[in-house]
C-alpha cells in the first residue's frame, strides 16, 4: 500500500524564503511528489502533526491557517481516493500510476492522458493485445481532437456523435468505427469505476453504432487436401505459413497466437486461449506429430517463430509474424489457385465448417472452438449454416 505524506520540498526555495507544501507519495521503494498550491516558511510547518501552523498575524491569521488545512484534508483524501481505486483493481501498480490517476482531474487534455493511463495499465497486465486496441483507439481520438482541450468530463454524446462523424467522413469503415467506439465505451466504464465519472451520465446509451456481418470465409476438405501436398520446399517461408495453416485446422482451429506461443508437450496439446484464458486439450494426432517434429527447434515454443533473446517484446514479434504469414498464405492460395483470400483465420473457419457439415453437435464444434457459450457459436456458424439449407433447398426443388 502507498503512503502520503505532507512535507516541504526543501530541494526548492523562492526568492522570499518560503518552501513549496508537497504531497510526497511512496510505492515499492518509489518516491513522487504532487505540489499543492500552498508555499509557506519552514516555521509555519509542523513536522510532527504534518500541517500548517499559525506563527502570527504578520504571516497569517489563525482563521487563513484552519482554512489552508481544510484545503489539505481535501488533497489528502482526493490522493487516497485514486490509491485505493488501483488497490481495488487487485493488480500491480506503480508510483507513477497513482500520479498519472490524480492528475487525470487537473491534466487540460484529461482524456488522453487518461487514455494513456489505461493502455499502461493493460500492458502491466500483461494484456499487449488490449494494450494495442487503446493505443490504435487513442491515435484515432488524438487526431478528431487536435489541438482542442477536452476534458475526461466532456466524454458525452455531442462529443461522441461528433467524433463519429468524423471517422465516416475519413471513410473508415462502420467495422472499425465499432471497434474505436468499443474501446472508448470500455475506458469510460474504467473511469466510472475509478470515481472520475458520474456513474448516471452514459453518453454510450444512445450511441446506435453496429458492426456490418463479415463473409464468413472457409475453404473445403479438397483444397486442404491440395494445399498439404503442395511442394513448397524450395520456398521455406511459404512452406512453414501452409504448415501453420494446416496445424490450425488439425488443432480444432486454434487461433494464430495460440500457436505462436505454444510449448511443447509429450502426450497432448495443453494450452490456454489467450483471447479467454479458457484450457484447451487436444490429443496428439498423427499430422499434429508430423508438424510439430518436422519444427523441432532449441527453444521451449513447437514453432521457431518467437525469440526470447531478442531485445523486441514477444507481442511485437507475434504482430510481424502474423503480418507475414498472411503475407506468404496469400501467395500460396494464388498457387492453388482459389478465389478465397487466405489468412490464419481461414483455417479456425475451415475447421468449424467441415465440423458442421461432418454432423458435430453445436456444442461439440462451440467446445472445439473454445467458445464460452453455444450462442456465440451459432453467429459464428450463422454463415456456415446456409449453404446447408440452401443445398437441402435444392433437394426439395427437384422433387
Request: with cysteine; glycine share 4%; proline share 3%.
Amino acid at each position: 500500500m502507498a503512503s502520503i505524506k505532507l512535507l516541504l520540498n526543501k530541494d526548492q526555495i523562492h526568492k522570499d524564503g518560503t518552501f513549496p507544501l508537497v504531497f510526497q507519495i511512496i510505492h515499492r521503494r518509489k518516491k513522487k511528489l504532487i505540489y499543492t498550491p500552498y508555499r509557506i516558511f519552514a516555521d509555519e510547518f509542523d513536522t510532527v502533526n504534518h500541517k500548517v501552523c499559525y506563527v502570527s498575524d504578520t504571516r497569517r491569521s489563525l482563521r487563513e491557517i484552519r482554512s489552508i488545512n481544510r484545503n489539505l484534508g481535501k488533497q489528502y483524501r482526493n490522493i487516497q481516493s485514486h490509491i485505493d481505486a488501483l488497490e481495488r483493481r487487485q493488480t500491480d501498480y506503480t508510483v507513477g500510476d497513482i500520479l498519472s490517476h490524480y492528475k487525470v482531474e487537473h491534466n487540460p487534455l484529461s482524456l488522453l492522458h487518461y487514455m494513456d493511463t489505461q493502455i499502461r495499465l493493460k500492458q502491466n497486465m500483461g494484456k499487449d493485445g488490449t494494450a494495442a486496441a487503446y493505443r490504435s483507439t487513442r491515435s484515432s481520438v488524438a487526431t478528431f481532437i487536435g489541438q482542442r482541450q477536452v476534458t475526461l468530463n466532456q466524454l458525452d454524446t455531442t462529443f461522441l456523435r461528433g467524433y463519429e462523424q468524423f471517422l465516416h467522413r475519413r471513410g473508415v469503415t462502420d467495422n472499425t468505427v465499432c471497434f474505436y467506439m468499443r474501446n472508448l465505451k470500455s475506458m469510460f466504464h474504467q473511469a466510472v469505476l475509478d470515481g472520475l465519472r458520474p456513474t448516471e451520465e452514459n453518453p454510450f446509451k444512445l450511441l446506435r453504432v453496429k458492426p456490418r456481418e463479415t463473409v464468413k470465409r472457409a475453404i473445403d476438405r479438397n483444397t486442404i487436401r491440395r494445399m498439404a501436398e503442395l511442394e513448397l520446399s524450395h520456398k521455406p517461408h511459404l512452406e512453414l505459413a501452409r504448415d501453420l495453416y494446416l496445424f490450425s485446422f488439425f488443432s480444432r482451429g486454434m487461433s494464430f497466437v495460440d500457436i505462436v506461443f505454444l510449448k511443447r508437450s509429450r502426450q497432448e496439446i495443453d494450452y490456454y486461449r489467450k483471447k479467454t484464458k479458457q484450457r484447451l486439450r487436444i490429443g496428439l494426432t498423427p499430422q499434429l506429430s508430423a508438424l510439430i517434429n518436422k519444427y523441432d527447434n532449441n527453444t521451449e515454443y513447437v514453432f521457431p517463430i518467437l525469440n526470447p533473446n531478442s531485445p523486441k517484446p514477444l507481442y511485437k514479434q507475434y504482430r510481424l509474424a502474423l503480418e507475414r504469414v498472411n503475407r506468404n498464405l496469400k501467395q500460396v492460395g494464388r498457387m492453388l489457385g482459389i478465389e478465397t483470400k487466405l489468412t490464419t483465420y481461414v483455417a479456425r473457419h475451415s475447421w468449424a465448417t467441415q465440423a458442421r457439415r461432418s454432423g458435430a453437435p453445436m456444442a461439440v464444434i462451440s467446445e472445439g472452438l473454445g467458445h464460452t457459450s453455444e450462442e456465440t457459436t451459432r453467429i459464428y456458424l450463422q454463415k456456415f449454416d446456409q449453404s446447408i439449407l440452401d443445398k437441402v433447398n435444392e433437394q426439395l426443388s427437384e422433387l
